[in-house]
C-alpha cells in the first residue's frame, strides 16, 4: 500500500484545512496521526472499513475524517484550528481486518511521507 498525503500548509489560527491521503490498494484501517516537534507521534482520526470513525479525544467537533471509497481516499477537514494543531500529519493503513484504534500508531503497517501544517496565531 502506498499512500500520499497532501493539503497541508500554513492557516491562520481559526481556519481550516482539509488534508487529503490517496492510497493504493485496499486497506481496511486507515488513519491520521500527528507529530509535532519534540513531541512523540499521536492520533487524531481513524476509520474502518464500513465508515466508523474514532478521533483523539482533544480533537473531537473539530475534525472530521471521511472517505471516498470511489477514489481510494482519505480526507480529514480541520477547523477551528490552533497553533497546537502544527505539526507534521502523517496518513496510516493496515490491511488486517482488526481494531481500528486512533491511540495505537503501532497497529499501522503503511505510512505516508508526511505533510506539514503550520498554524499561526
Known amino acids: 500500500v502506498q499512500l500520499v498525503e497532501s493539503g497541508g500548509g500554513s492557516v491562520q489560527a481559526g481556519g481550516s484545512r482539509r488534508l487529503s491521503c490517496a492510497a493504493s490498494?485496499?486497506?481496511?484501517?486507515m488513519g491520521w496521526f500527528r507529530q509535532a516537534p519534540g513531541k512523540e507521534r499521536g492520533g487524531a482520526a481513524v476509520?474502518?472499513?464500513?465508515?466508523?470513525?474514532s478521533y483523539a479525544d482533544s480533537l473531537k467537533g473539530r475534525f472530521t475524517a471521511s472517505q471516498d471509497n470511489a477514489k481510494n481516499t482519505l480526507y480529514l477537514q480541520m477547523n477551528s484550528l490552533k497553533p497546537e494543531d502544527t505539526a507534521m500529519y502523517y496518513c496510516?493503513?493496515?490491511?488486517?481486518?482488526?481494531?481500528?484504534?486512533?491511540?495505537?500508531?503501532?497497529?499501522?503497517?503503511?505510512w505516508g511521507q508526511g505533510t506539514q501544517v503550520t498554524v499561526s496565531s
Open positions: 476509520i474502518e472499513g464500513g465508515g466508523v470513525t
Open positions: 496510516a493503513a493496515r490491511l488486517r481486518r482488526w481494531l481500528c484504534r486512533v491511540t495505537e500508531s503501532a497497529d499501522f503497517s503503511y
Open positions: 490498494g485496499y486497506p481496511y484501517c
